[in-house]
């Protein structure tokens, strides 16, 4: 069993943001915005390099949290893990050609029992993502459900 | 003046595949049927990010997206494959609330955002 020594392990990435990936992404979700796919509406928009959508935070982090889902302690965690909430606060924009630092933490690590009986284990991971002029792109609370047999 | 929006989507059968591609969230409850129903669910599952990012798109609907400051959501039942999910969001100025349903009304995400 995993204990409480796991509160505050940190890991750690870097992503570079790319037109390209960004593109791939939103034709995934069938999202026409032309903030993300028209680079030359946003030039005449701002002058800037093409939008990734707020939710891109998902990609940036994900390495991050790959580290987690790989720690060999936690790894034996994730076939039962369900993701139960998710909230992201964002702040300076990011665009193409951005270069994110994140870094993920073990906050916080406790019980619930549901009305069934059964008892997850909840973690919750903070995240931090920051551009290469070290201003804060975006702050995440991953709520990840570890289902009780 | 509370404004009310609507709008639905459905899920391909294949975009668990698609968004892990575009994601790298290659956990196997989302692309491997044995693997989901040996693990309690009834089949691969889409991923919670892609109903967020696709609630994210709902609030955002073409506009700018610096203007969505932030989005907090609580994944309530998982979204299968070629689910039809209908987005309801109601905005009281900045504050936004939204539920998303599944076509047998179940509800699959609720939450909240703040809109500039």
């Known amino acids: 069993m995993l204990g409480d020594n796991i509160i505050g392990r940190k890991y750690e990435s870097d992503y570079e943001v790319s037109y390209e990936k960004v593109k791939e992404y939103v034709r995934v979700l069938d999202d026409q915005n032309p903030h993300y796919t028209d680079r030359e509406f946003v030039k005449s928009l701002d002058g800037g390099h093409p939008y990734a959508p707020p939710t891109f935070a998902a990609i940036y982090c994900q390495r991050a949290m790959n580290h987690l889902y790989f720690d060999p302690e936690f790894s034996k965690l994730v076939p039962r893990l369900v993701h139960g909430e998710q909230e992201y606060h964002f702040h300076e924009p990011v665009r193409a050609g951005d270069k994110i630092h994140t870094i993920a933490v073990i906050d916080n690590n406790y019980t619930k029992t549901n009305q069934a009986g059964k008892v997850h284990r909840i973690f919750e991971i903070r995240t931090t993502s920051s551009n290469q002029d070290g201003q804060t792109v975006c702050t995440g609370l991953y709520t990840l459900v570890i289902r009780g047999e | ?116």
């Open chain 2, 1 to 116: 003046m509370a404004k009310e929006k609507r709008s639905n989507t459905i899920i391909g059968k294949y975009m668990p595949y698609y968004y892990a591609g575009a994601s790298l969230d290659f956990n196997l409850i989302h692309i491997d049927q044995e693997y989901a129903k040996a693990n309690g669910l009834p089949g691969i599952i889409l991923q919670g990010m892609c109903t967020m990012a696709l609630t994210a798109k709902h609030l955002i609907d073409n506009g700018n997206p610096a203007q969505l400051r932030s989005i907090k959501v609580r994944f309530l039942n998982p979204v299968l494959p070629e689910d039809e999910l209908i987005f309801d969001s109601i905005a009281n100025g900045p504050d936004v609330s939204v539920v998303v349903k599944n076509k047998n009304g179940g509800r699959v995400l609720k939450g909240k955002a703040t809109l500039k």
